[in-house]
């Protein structure tokens, strides 16, 4: 008896080292702003998840990337019409302000030492802001109209250093250079 009896405390010890978001998948989640997409995706690393709603009528997507971050952190996503990878792709990107209030905007990634300052993107972008909740960050935004493509190779980025508004460059091995995908915004 004694040692069913530290078994279970054992267990129930282990299991409250688990954090409670790893439970939590994309379909699960509540916006703060009670904001609902109808698609979502947990992505592989980088404890992120892409959530979105696509119009065929409009062939618009609308987003919201959501990563776990410290406060000083910044979080990044992307779409790549021309390839696969960093090189090329169309990001929005989110930090905290040396003020504290979040911003957002977009950004072209167009070689291994981008300057990471506000700029027009390829594809059209609107309606761009940011969240920090519970320890994650989430940038909102609207891309398109995308056209009759639906299906993108994807990046998604997070790094713990800004200067002077300016996010710093992101680790250059591990989860961070894993994090690429193929997103169809038909898909659910």
Same mark, same amino acid.
């Not at 892409?50 to 409009?58: G, K, P, R």
């Given at each position: 008896?004694?040692?069913?009896?530290?078994?279970?405390?054992?267990? $129930?010890?282990?299991?409250?080292?688990?954090?409670?978001?790893?439970?939590?998948? $994309?379909? +699960?989640?509540?916006?703060?702003?009670?904001?609902?997409?109808?698609? $979502?995706? !947990?992505?592989? =690393?980088?404890?992120?998840?892409?959530?979105?709603?696509?119009?065929?009528?409009?062939?618009?997507?609308?987003?919201?990337?959501?990563?776990?971050? @410290?406060?000083?952190?910044?979080?990044?996503?992307?779409?790549?019409?021309?390839?696969?990878?960093?090189?090329?792709?169309?990001?929005?990107?989110?930090?905290?302000?040396?003020?504290?209030?979040?911003?957002? #905007?977009?950004?072209?990634?167009?070689? #291994?030492?981008?300057?990471?300052?506000?700029?027009?993107?390829?594809?059209?972008?609107? !309606?761009?802001?940011?969240?920090? =909740? !519970?320890?994650?960050?989430?940038?909102?935004? =609207?891309?398109?109209?995308?056209?009759?493509?639906?299906?993108? +190779?994807?990046?998604?980025?997070?790094?713990?250093?800004?200067?002077?508004?300016?996010?710093?460059?992101?680790?250059?091995?591990?989860? +961070? =250079?894993?994090?690429?995908?193929? @997103? +169809?915004?038909?898909?659910?």
């Amino acid at each position: 008896m004694a040692k069913s009896n530290s078994l279970i405390l054992l267990v $129930c010890s282990l299991a409250s080292l688990v954090p409670i978001s790893s439970a939590e998948t $994309c379909s +699960n989640y509540s916006f703060p702003s009670n904001q609902v997409f109808h698609s $979502c995706m !947990d992505l592989p =690393v980088l404890q992120a998840s892409l959530h979105w709603n696509y119009s065929q009528l409009t062939t618009k997507a609308q987003i919201a990337y959501r990563a776990t971050q @410290i406060p000083i952190g910044w979080i990044s996503w992307a779409l790549n019409p021309l390839g696969r990878g960093m090189i090329g792709s169309q990001a929005l990107l989110a930090l905290r302000h040396a003020n504290g209030s979040m911003i957002a #905007y977009s950004t072209s990634i167009t070689s #291994y030492n981008p300057s990471m300052l506000p700029g027009e993107l390829g594809i059209p972008v609107s !309606d761009v802001s940011a969240e920090y =909740v !519970d320890q994650q960050m989430i940038i909102f935004g =609207v891309l398109g109209p995308l056209g009759n493509r639906t299906s993108f +190779n994807h990046v998604w980025q997070r790094g713990s250093t800004v200067s002077e508004n300016i996010p710093q460059v992101h680790p250059l091995s591990g989860q +961070n =250079v894993e994090s690429m995908g193929l @997103i +169809n915004f038909l898909s659910s």
